[in-house]
């Protein structure tokens, strides 16, 4: 028993690191069909074994996962380019805000989020330009991220009124004349989002969502934690800040 065991540990090993077609070349077919067996009668014995493996194979999945999630908000953290506020110098919690401008729970979580920023002065908040639910929300998107290149503080304005207003944005005009209350030019960022290739920028949030498989928004993390959808309490939000 001990010998088939060892037989088998040795062909189960082998037959993770080396090609199937390589067997057919490295034992006859009668010596094939007896290691076959043996693995066979072992595992129907010992059928634990294979619970070990799938545990295994889990554990090593979900700690890749894990590995490409961190890279992924680190990467995210580290992007200057991405509109940010609050913190300090050397902010101490990171909220990473996946949004669409006409997301209604995105809008309907803002105050609390506001607040939890007001309340934790070494939060940083960060924006993620994420425009899935409609054509509008590409356009409002673009122009917002053009802002942003060219003036930082007329972007924030034109952010918090879009997310500010309770009906759909379904109309170019109605965009246009966000941007005009704001102080800023229409055309001119329609034609900088060109020059800056600023669909660009939006496709590389987009390709971020899909490496977090985001399927909607809201989606947030906050200090490595995952909040897919709303998130009805405070102190439920509050409690995920890393003490």
């Known amino acids: 028993m001990l010998f088939k ?20 070349s490295s034992f006859s077919p009668e010596q094939k069909q007896e290691i076959e067996t043996i693995i066979h009668d072992y595992l129907m014995n ?8 799938a545990q295994t194979l889990d554990r090593q999945q979900k700690e890749a996962a ?8 680190e990467s995210i953290i580290a992007n200057k380019d991405l509109p940010r506020r609050g913190g300090g110098e050397k902010p101490k919690h990171y909220l990473i805000d996946f949004f669409d401008y006409n997301c209604g729970y995105c809008k309907k979580i803002r105050p609390l989020t506001e607040r939890l920023a007001k309340e934790h002065p070494d939060l940083q908040v960060i924006y993620v330009e994420f425009p899935i639910l409609s054509a ?41 004349a966000a941007v005009k209350e704001i102080g800023a030019d229409f055309d001119e960022l ?30 947030m993390i906050l200090d490595g934690q995952e909040i897919r959808g709303a998130i009805n309490s405070y102190e439920a939000l509050e409690s995920m800040l890393n003490k």
Do not use: R, W
Not at 144 to 166: G, P, R, S
């Open 66 to 73: 894990k590995k490409q999630f961190d890279s992924v908000v």
């Open 190 to 219: 329609s034609a900088l989002a060109k020059e800056q290739n600023v669909g660009m920028v939006l496709g590389q949030n987009i390709s971020l969502g899909k490496t977090l498989a985001i399927t909607g928004v809201p989606y």
């Open 136 to 176: 509008t929300s590409i356009q409002a998107a673009t122009i917002a991220a053009a802002l942003y290149v060219k003036d930082k503080e007329k972007y924030f304005a034109y952010h918090d009124k879009l997310m500010a207003e309770t009906k759909k944005i379904d109309s170019l005009d109605y965009i246009k």
């Open 5 to 24: 065991g060892l037989v088998f540990a040795s062909c189960f090993a082998l037959s993770l690191s080396v090609p199937a077609s390589a067997f057919g």
């Open 46 to 53: 010992n059928p634990q074994v294979l619970v070990e493996v």
